[in-house]
């Protein structure tokens, strides 16, 4: 394959504007269109990955499939509330119920493990997965961000989405348009408070 020709000013631009936007910032009622969640999703695909395990997964929720999560989780806090003998909070529920209604696409990110290499490699290479996802979205002009709330620690909810052993929910990404024209603004701490050189 021949070098690719990139075209580092854009590269950067991408990487420094990428930015999280939530809920409260979401166009209801416009989803996005399917074949860009599809190029998200490929871009995904060519994250690093030791040993090419790839062991990231995906299951995207949109349309009736956005209602049929917002029940389940709301449902499954309601159940787990009940058994645990937790304070079940109405306002709660509530947000479980309607939060996914308001983007176009939610996206339930899974870890599925594989033998031999170390759980700290995986994980970082479904970090890197959805890294590619927000840099696609954001370089569309969409609005998302990467949620680890609801089902994400939940117990109950591994055999649900066909979890095993070691494998992980790793959370969910939130896709939508975006409410406003206006792009959220940066906040970073200084390089050199993050970084030492050793030259000698």
């Known amino acids: ?6 075209n580092i000013t854009e590269v950067n631009k991408i990487i420094r504007g990428r930015r999280s936007m939530f809920a409260a910032q ?12 599809e190029e998200m999703l490929e871009n995904a695909r060519w994250a690093p990955t030791h040993k090419l395990t ?3 997964r995906f299951i995207v929720y949109t349309g009736e499939g ?17 058994k645990n003998g937790t304070p079940f909070i109405e306002a709660t529920y509530e947000k479980f119920k309607q939060q996914p209604l308001k983007a176009s696409h939610v996206i339930a990110i899974l870890l599925k493990r594989s033998q031999g290499i170390p759980m700290m490699e995986e994980i970082a290479a479904v970090a890197m997965a959805v890294q590619n996802m927000y840099l696609t979205a954001s370089a569309h002009g969409l609005a998302a961000y ?14 649900d989405f066909g979890l095993e052993g070691e494998d ?8 939508a348009k975006p409410a406003t024209d206006n ?4 906040k970073r701490e ?9 030259r000698e």
Do not use: H
Request: proline letters at 7%; zero cysteines; a negative charge.
């Open 190 to 198: 200084s390089l050199d408070e993050k970084v030492a050189w050793i």
């Open 1 to 6: 394959m021949q070098k690719p020709d990139f």
């Open 26 to 37: 979401f166009k209801e009622n416009d989803p996005v269109e399917d074949s860009i969640i």
């Open 168 to 175: 992980t929910l790793m959370g969910f990404f939130y896709v």
């Open 66 to 82: 956005l209602k049929k999560f917002a029940d389940y989780q709301a449902e499954l806090y309601k159940q787990r509330a009940e």
């Open 54 to 56: 790839q062991p990231w």
């Open 183 to 186: 792009w959220p603004e940066g």
């Open 146 to 159: 990467w949620g680890t709330g609801g089902p994400t620690f939940w117990q109950e909810a591994r055999e």
